[in-house]
């Protein structure tokens, strides 16, 4: 069995790491500070250090420490080039032993193409090409993803209605896949996870319960394609199982954080929490499924979750929206022509200027503390209709 590269990869945790690097520096100092206390008191006798003058400690200490500083840096930083090229050598050589492996499944093996004698064999030619295609995405960084994602594409492994690979919750994860052609794609239940899918064109494909927590799907082609019951909630680095398809059940969206008060600090995101006297800043790495400006042109969203998801300018002309949870969710200038909401939620929902019927609104299941298209909150739209939901 092929085993891919082993890749450093980030660990995402709730606590406070503190660098190795800080703890040495801070070591050093605290011994530095000792070493004074002691000169100066206990062995005030021996040390001498009442002759010493400011610059006297400046040329003793200051410029040793500045040349060992300079040292270290530069060897660091030479030690992490030798380790990233190190790792994007093993993962080039991987991606050229898949290569030549499943061009030997093709070829020799018929992987994909009908068999005169049918016989167990080719079952066995599919699940070992499937076991080495999720090896390789396990072990492969979101960069090098792309190529064996584009190859069994090309190589028709994942056509829509009659795949033979089966991509479901392979670790597609962080990739990027931006302006990538997957027309008639099956990524059925596929892990796409803070994926970059920019531009791509997917249309037709199958994204059914596809996990798209915090994808970055701007521009994206997604005319006439499935996403029933898909996850497009925002991704949490720091709690990543938070909004994750396995916990949903027991979850109540309505009191989790979908769209935060974003402000960088540092790569992260800072998020305002009331406390009991006094908002309270506390860091998060919240990432909102980006739809902006996406074409959603009769696709299919039954029971999606697009909580908190930016959808701002998105073309949603005869999509179907059935039961979708749209809680939070940026509608600003979204074309909602001849959508099907029935059931959708789209409580604290921002439809500003979207192009959306009285009727379709009369639809939903909930439309609370929304912004209406004429910038109206929705309670205060239901008076200027006498009432009339």
Known sequence: ???????????????????????????????????????YTVWLDYSGFEKKTAWEWLDLVGISAAIALVGWIFTRKQRERDVSLALEQAQNEALRAYLDQM??????QQLG????????????????????????????????????????????????????????????????????SLRRAHLRGADLRVSDLSGADLRESDLTEADLRGA???????????????????YDERDPERLSPHRLARTNLSNEPLRPRKLTWRDS????TKGREHWWPTVTELTVTNLSHAVLVYAQLEGALLGGSNLFHADLRGANLTKANLLQANLKEADLSGAVLSGVNLS???????????????????LKGATMPNGQKYEDWLGTLGGQN
């Open 103 to 108: 061009s030997d499944l093709m070829i020799d």
């Open 216 to 234: 970055d799907l701007r521009r994206a082609d997604l005319s006439n394609t499935v996403l029933t019951k898909a996850n497009l909630l925002p």
């Open 269 to 272: 995101r800072i998020l305002i």
């Open 1 to 39: 069995m092929f085993e891919g590269p082993r890749v450093r990869k980030r660990v995402v945790t709730t606590r406070r790491v503190v660098p190795t690097w800080a703890i040495w520096i801070a070591l050093v100092i605290v011994m530095a500070l000792l070493l004074l206390w002691a000169g």
């Open 113 to 180: 193409r009908a068999r005169k004698d049918k016989d167990s064999l080719e079952d066995q030619v599919r699940q070992v090409a499937q076991a080495r295609t999720i090896a390789i995405l396990m072990g492969l960084d979101g960069r090098h993803k792309r190529r064996p994602l584009k190859l069994i594409y090309e190589l028709e492994l994942i056509n829509k209605g009659d795949n033979i690979l089966d991509l479901k919750n392979a670790g597609l994860d962080h990739a990027d896949f931006s302006e990538c």
């Open 348 to 366: 604290g929902a921002d439809l500003t200027n979207a192009q959306v019927t009285k009727d379709q609104l009369k639809e939903t299941e909930s």
